[in-house]
């Protein structure tokens, strides 16, 4: 590969992964003061957000499974040349995503009480949630509609929007969360309230942008639709699943410290944030690195999409690396910023000591996963997803902390990850060498 392609090649991925780091850190940071406003509010009320999560990822799940098969089948329809059938797909998700999430916020709404009965909700956080739920459902249904417009967005190739937008919403939600929480008063409706203006002005910014661009088209007489909606499915029910996952890998893990007392809880709870921050570049490559593969897949360039992926996962390493030397050198004074108490630092600095030395390995297999979907290949991603929990991750987190009690969970950690890392790889390499059977040049 000549350096000018290379080069070339490099700044494309570099142009549209920064406005995603910029938005996925805004949004971070949105919800954090969320949660911040809220518990100044009291037991009660923090309460009720509590209870509103578990209900909140079911309905994250259905917008990113479908916002994955978005951009993997637009992408890829695009890269056929076909972009009058692009226009209809991007108007046949936004009617599904619209319908589905209205239809699931139904269904909370109306079975609320069975939901927190299951939950172990007190009684007296009962009016909180009817207070809070309305709203709250109707924010979360206007976030769905936003996410499905930020995934045509990608699919075309346009991060800078989707980006500016996730920024420009959560500064406009932190704004405004004071105003309505405390000034007028509206308590833990007010946190609702905020979100939903921050929602309606993004949406009132994007629709029109995509409408202009010609992105959506509703008129579907030559669209098959049952096809399309079947299409749709086969990588999106996959992509919920995965996303379905973490969450259970989570308390499980939980569990497994939460053996360890109080303060390992509240060191691995901190820890868990500081993960989240550290790969937050790899997750801004899962959102603009499918819609790239995406087209060159739709276009066979097999061999360019094996060039990018590789790039992709050197860059992955090279600053994951470099982040696992730096929190090394610096680990005992950063875990002295982080917590007061001398039992959660210790646990704090054992993390930074071991663990970061594998997330390189770890964005790998985070990467490989969006990867896969935009190949076509979404139980591939699903089985990598779950591999990597279930068969790396816990089960050396579980072993590795009966043998060297809390030092051994992180030792588990570390290893879990290094292994999902090359697991990963092996899946993803063996399945583009068969996608890429005829292609004459594979390193």
């Not at 920064?18 to 954090?32: E, H, K, N």
């Not at 319908?99 to 109306?110: K, N, P, R, T």
Request: charge should be positive; aromatic fraction near 12%.
């Amino acid at each position: 590969m000549r350096t000018s392609e290379t080069i070339a090649l490099a700044k494309d991925i570099f142009i549209q992964t920064r406005p995603m780091v910029f938005g996925i850190l805004f949004l971070m940071s949105f919800q954090l003061a969320d949660s911040t406003f809220i518990s100044q509010l009291g037991v009660l009320p923090l309460a009720a957000q509590g209870f509103t999560m578990p209900l909140q990822m079911v309905i994250i799940g259905l917008q990113v499974g479908l916002g994955i098969a978005t951009t993997a089948i637009i992408s890829r329809i695009l890269g056929q040349k076909e972009d009058l059938r692009a226009r209809q797909i991007g108007g046949l998700v936004m009617t599904i995503g619209a319908l589905g999430v209205f239809l699931i916020a139904l269904i909370i709404w109306l079975i609320r009480y069975n939901i927190l009965t299951l939950l172990g909700a007190p009684a007296e956080v009962t009016p909180y949630i009817n207070q809070y739920w309305p709203l709250w459902l109707c924010s979360a249904w206007l976030g769905a509609m936003l996410y499905f417009a930020y995934s045509i967005c990608r699919s075309h190739g346009n991060t800078f929007l989707p980006g500016m937008l996730m920024m420009t919403t959560s500064i406009i939600n932190i704004i405004l969360d004071p105003i309505f929480i405390f000034y007028f008063d509206f308590g833990l409706v007010g946190a609702a309230i905020a979100t939903l203006c921050s929602f309606s002005i993004g949406l009132l910014i994007i629709i029109p942008k995509v409408a202009e661009k010609s992105w959506l088209s509703f008129d579907w007489a030559t669209l098959q639709i049952w096809l399309s909606i079947k299409e749709l499915n086969a990588v999106m029910i996959p992509a919920m699943m995965s996303q379905l996952l973490p969450p259970l890998s989570s308390m499980l893990a939980t569990k497994i410290v939460a053996a360890f007392g109080a303060a390992a809880i509240a060191g691995w709870a901190m820890v868990s944030r500081i993960e989240f921050f550290t790969i937050v570049v790899v997750l801004a490559l899962t959102m603009s690195l499918p819609p790239m593969i995406g087209r060159l897949f739709g276009a066979k360039d097999c061999l360019t999409i094996i060039r990018l992926v590789k790039m992709a996962v050197l860059f992955t390493l090279c600053l994951q690396g470099l982040l696992a030397v730096v929190f090394f050198i610096f680990a005992a004074p950063l875990a002295s910023f982080f917590s007061a108490e001398e039992q959660v630092v210790a646990v704090i600095y054992q993390y930074l000591v071991l663990v970061p030395i594998s997330l390189s390995s770890l964005g790998v297999c985070i990467l490989m996963v969006s990867i896969c979907n935009a190949l076509a290949m979404p139980m591939r991603a699903l089985l990598i997803s779950a591999l990597r929990l279930f068969v790396c991750y816990l089960p050396l987190l579980w072993g590795a902390s009966r043998l060297w009690q809390l030092d051994g969970v992180f030792i588990g950690a570390m290893l879990g990850n290094i292994l999902a890392g090359l697991m990963a790889w092996s899946l993803y390499y063996h399945a583009i060498r068969k996608i890429a059977v005829h292609s004459p040049l594979i390193d």
